[in-house]
């Protein structure tokens, strides 16, 4: 049978399949760091070639080890978030082809939006099948008035796993602002983007080039994101290298993992993942 249409994607959206792609290595793996019981099923129903973006073992590794970690602690963060609010609001913001909402199963009295532009949620409502508490909304994060239909008043709880690359900073910012103007109080869980990753990603990254996505200047200090937004505080972080997950890493990554955080140099080029806390308490 003919999978799943993905002709005519643009490079922004082509993105999500770069993190699927990871998700299903990892699944293949032994053993997987994140495991999603979904990432396989869903890269096997795909028309895509897969060859486009010109996968090398150790980039496929690199990308498997970085996709699957972070979700693991975006996961827990999002889950404890939850056990703290029942009646917690979650928007998962270009969500792309992630199985989060499905993997968490957010119990009644939890409202779960995934959010990503229409041609992705198009593919996702052919992968995923709908559920009472997970939600689809299909738009661009630029548009006004979507956050207006969405509860205010109850705490939500802001994924923004590689969301932020693939934005402008002023884009990215107003968002922001959006966000912490209309919820009384939350989190937000952002992924960590340096110069440094901005640059090698234009430079190195086959797959990048291949699709042509643009890519965002990064950030190096996370408290740049405070002084973007002052409602946001800066809670926690989680460098990847000291991640319980290094464990799971085959023994050259753990090696350099280690090396990385005895060199303060090399520690700080880490940005890892990013928990924000705004509004009320």
């Not at 082509?14 to 997987?32: C, F, G, N, V």
């Not at 532009?117 to 992968?127: D, G, K, S």
Request: glycine residues 6%.
């Amino acid at each position: 049978m003919p999978g799943i249409s993905t002709a005519g994607l643009s490079g922004i959206e082509e993105t999500s399949l770069i993190t699927l792609h990871a998700r299903a290595l990892d699944a293949r793996s032994d053993p997987p760091i994140l495991d999603d019981p979904y990432a396989e099923k869903a890269a096997q129903a795909l028309d895509y070639d897969w060859q486009r973006l010109q996968p090398t073992p150790r980039l496929e590794e690199k990308e498997r080890l970085n996709v699957s970690i972070r979700a693991v602690h975006f996961d827990r963060w999002v889950r404890r978030f939850i056990d703290r609010h029942p009646d917690a609001v979650v928007l998962d913001l270009g969500c792309g082809l992630d199985s989060r909402g499905h993997r968490i199963a957010p119990p009644p009295g939890v409202d779960w939006y995934d959010v990503d532009l229409p041609a992705i949620m198009a593919i996702r409502a052919q992968l995923y099948a709908g559920t009472d508490r997970v939600h689809p909304l299909a738009l661009s994060l630029d548009e006004d008035g979507w956050l207006e239909a969405l509860p205010a008043d109850r705490p939500v709880v802001v994924v923004m796993d590689g969301l932020y690359p693939w934005m402008t900073r002023p884009t990215f910012i107003r968002l922001l602002r959006r966000i912490t103007a209309h919820f009384d109080r939350g989190e937000i869980l952002l992924l960590g983007f340096s110069k440094l990753s901005s640059r090698m990603m234009r430079k190195v990254v086959p797959a990048i080039k291949a699709i042509g996505a643009p890519v965002n200047e990064g950030f190096d200090d996370p408290h740049d994101v405070e002084r973007w937004n002052s409602d946001l505080r800066l809670v926690e972080r989680q460098r990847f290298i000291s991640s319980p997950e290094v464990a799971k890493m085959p023994p050259g990554e753990r090696m350099r993992c280690r090396i990385m955080r005895v060199i303060p140099g090399m520690a700080r080029m880490d940005k890892g993942m990013l928990r924000f806390t705004f509004g009320r308490p």
